[in-house]
C-alpha cells in the first residue's frame, strides 16, 4: 500500500491563480481530511469528508474548495490564491469503523503564494 | 481561541535524558488525546494515545500522563535518543477531528 499520497510536492503561486492540490490514499478509509500547517501553529482543519459525495467545513475553510466524488480521492481547489494561503498542507485519512482515531498523514505539499 | 496550548515551544535535551512535553486543552467534551511525531519533510504520525479514563499509559520508553480534573496531559520520553529529535504534536479530539497544539521542537544532542 502507497497510503496517502500527495501531489505535488512544491509549488509557487502567482496571487489570483489558481490550482488543485491532489491527494489520495488507497486503503479504503472512508474519512479524508485536509489540513494546513504554518510556522509554529500547528495543523489547522481545512476541510473534511466521512464518504464519497460528502463533505464539511473545517477550522479554517476561507479561500479553499473540496470534492470527494470517489473513495480514494480528495482533491482540495483554490480558486484566487493569496499570500495568507502560504503553508504546507498534509491530506490525511481514517477509517471510521476499523481504526477511527488514528489519521494517517500525506508526506505533504509545499506551496508559496507570491 | 485557542482550545489545545503546547509548551514548550523548543526543547534540548542531552542523549539519555528525559523529555518532557506539555498540553492543555479547554473543552472536556474532548475524548481522545493522540500525540504526533514529525520529521522534517514528512507529515505527522501517530506515536502514543490516551482517552480520558486513564491516568498513564505506556508505550516503550514514551509515556502520556493524563490529569482529568487539571485538563492537561504530558508526554514523557525517557532515555532520549538522537533519532527521537523532531516536532512533537498533541492533540484533542471529538468528533473524528482533531485540534492540535502548536508542536514542540525536541533537539536530542549526543
Known sequence: ?114 | QQQVKQSPQSLIVQKGGISIINCAYENTAFDYFPWYQQFPGKGPALLIAIRPDVSEKKEGRFTISFNKSAKQFSLHIMDSQPGDSATYFCAASKYDKLIFGSGTRLLVRP
Request: some cysteine; overall charge neutral.
Open chain 1, 1 to 114: 500500500n502507497a497510503g496517502v499520497t500527495q501531489t505535488p510536492k512544491f509549488r509557487i503561486l502567482k496571487i489570483g491563480q489558481s490550482m488543485t492540490l491532489q491527494c489520495a490514499q488507497d486503503m479504503n478509509h472512508n474519512y479524508m481530511y485536509w489540513y494546513r500547517q504554518d510556522p509554529g501553529m500547528g495543523l489547522k482543519l481545512i476541510y473534511y469528508s466521512v464518504g464519497a459525495g460528502i463533505t464539511d467545513k473545517g477550522e479554517v475553510p476561507n479561500g479553499y474548495n473540496v470534492s470527494r466524488s470517489t473513495t480514494e480521492d480528495f482533491p482540495l481547489r483554490l480558486e484566487l490564491a493569496a499570500p495568507s494561503q502560504t503553508s504546507v498542507y498534509f491530506c490525511a485519512s481514517s477509517h471510521r469503523d476499523r481504526d477511527p482515531d488514528t489519521q494517517y498523514f500525506g508526506p505533504g505539499t509545499r506551496l508559496t503564494v507570491l
